[in-house]
């Protein structure tokens, strides 16, 4: 939506339930240290009232919004235009009102979750290696499309469900292999990345059970889990030595583009910021 200069913009999450949400702490964060006047709040939206609550977001003038469990895909034919990556990951994160009202969504997660491992590892490139991505639900389909778009060369995903990971390899293609979840440690050969993209390791989940043994000691793991910040996975790749990220640096870096989307300035992640998180623990 065009900014007014002054004008007050509003923002929030659209989600069934989203008061553990993170995404204020950041976005308000950003509004004050970029002077702009707004302020990011929560909407806890059900799923029969998701269709009202979008065509609320143009009426109220708001600037977009995030969208979270349990409304990422059904959102996806009740908004007026959606963008080619969130198109292929079938799933929508952000939503912008556009100048005309119109609502277009896209899908920031895949490219937060890759920007998060080059934050960690500067010199770290999609195409250093074979990567593994254990999972296959939605979280994982935006890290496996946004790693084959970025130019990785081989996407390993593992998931309990074979069916899933092979509808992945038919959805992205040639980078793709679904790899049973029997031959899951097999899947550690010689990779340069190992991402955990199930709800595994989340507190009050049991941890994924995945040994180790078999990962090279150069290669980085990331979990897209943050609460815990180190789930047992972390725990035990940082004990033999990798280099590992949760999800709080995915959480941040999707937000960068969400935020510029709305308020005009692509906002940095700054220690104090990552400080205002970790204060939320
Ligand atoms: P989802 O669509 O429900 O997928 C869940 C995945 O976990 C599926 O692949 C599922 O396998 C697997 N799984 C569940 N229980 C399992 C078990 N006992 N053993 C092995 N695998 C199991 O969820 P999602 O939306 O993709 O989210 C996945 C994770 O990413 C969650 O932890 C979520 O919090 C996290 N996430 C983080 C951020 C962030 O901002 N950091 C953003 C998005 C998501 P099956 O197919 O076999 O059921």
Redesign the pocket.
């Known amino acids: 939506m065009a900014l007014t200069p002054h004008a007050f913009g509003i923002a929030g999450l659209l989600g069934w339930p989203v008061a553990h949400s993170r995404s204020p702490v950041i976005h308000n964060h950003w509004l004050a240290r970029y002077s702009i006047p707004g302020r990011y709040v929560l909407f806890p939206v059900s799923a029969e009232k998701l269709s009202d609550a979008l065509r609320g977001l143009a009426a109220l003038r708001m600037r977009g919004c995030n969208v979270t469990?349990p409304h990422?895909q059904t959102v996806m034919p009740l908004i007026d235009d959606v963008d080619p990556l969130a198109k292929q990951i079938g799933a929508v994160?952000t939503i912008v009102v556009q100048d005309d009202g119109t609502l277009r969504g896209f899908n920031n997660?895949g490219n937060?979750?890759v920007q998060s491992i080059r934050d960690a590892d500067p010199a770290w490139r999609p195409d250093r290696g074979p990567i593994t991505v254990?999972?296959?639900?939605?979280?994982?389909?935006?890290v496996v499309a946004s790693l084959a778009m970025q130019g990785a060369r081989e996407i390993r995903v593992v998931?309990?469900?074979h069916a899933?990971a092979e509808e992945l390899q038919s959805l992205f293609g040639p980078p793709v292999t679904a790899v049973r979840?029997e031959a899951r440690e097999d899947a550690l050969d010689g990779i340069a990345l190992l991402a955990?993209?199930?709800?595994?390791g989340?507190s009050g989940?049991?941890a994924?059970?995945l040994a180790l043994d078999r990962l090279p000691a150069g290669a980085i793991v990331g979990d897209?889990?943050?609460t815990p910040r180190e789930t047992p996975l972390l725990a035990a790749a940082r004990k033999r030595g990798s280099l590992t990220v949760n999800?709080?640096g995915?959480?941040l870096n999707?937000a960068r583009p969400a935020f510029e989307a709305w308020f005009g300035v692509l906002p940095e992640i700054t220690p104090d910021l990552v400080r205002a998180i970790e204060a939320t623990f």
């Open positions: 469990t990422k994160n997660d937060g979750f254990v999972g296959a639900g939605g979280a994982a389909r935006a998931n309990r469900t899933r979840w955990n993209a199930t709800d595994q989340m989940k049991p994924l059970d897209l889990i943050y999800g709080l995915l959480l999707q």
